[in-house]
């Protein structure tokens, strides 16, 4: 097996979140991407920086984890730590990797 280059690597979690996220669409399922975040966490203002395209577009929603709506989904997911970013699929959540979904999301 061959190894892939940073870039390589970067292209191909673009592709297959893509992908994944298509065949998700295709299937009639409606998406939302949410990045719980909290309001004096510096490590969620850095990720909120990174996706700010993102979250501009309304691809992207951000949701303080201190709201009813944020404990909602932290309690489902069993959340401790933020930033964490989810899919929001037929009302039910799922937490999504956070390196895969900056890398999807992030700035360019």
């Known amino acids: 097996m061959t190894e892939m280059t940073e870039a390589e690597y970067r292209t191909y979690l673009e592709r297959e979140i ?3 996220i298509e065949e998700k669409l295709k299937n009639g ?3 939302e991407v949410v990045l719980l975040t909290e309001q004096n966490c510096p490590s969620c203002k850095v990720v ?3 996706v700010s395209s993102a979250i501009e577009s309304g691809n992207v929603r951000v949701i303080d984890i ?3 709506e944020g404990e909602e989904i932290a ?3 069993n959340i401790k730590t933020v930033p964490t ?3 929001k699929q037929d009302n039910n959540y799922k937490e999504l ?3 895969e979904f900056m ?3 992030g700035n360019e």
């Open 75 to 77: 309690d489902a997911l």
């Open 18 to 20: 893509e992908r994944r």
């Open 66 to 68: 201190n709201t009813e």
């Open 97 to 99: 990797n956070l390196k």
């Open 29 to 31: 399922k409606k998406e």
């Open 48 to 50: 909120k920086n990174f």
């Open 103 to 105: 890398v999807k999301f």
């Open 85 to 87: 970013s989810a899919i």
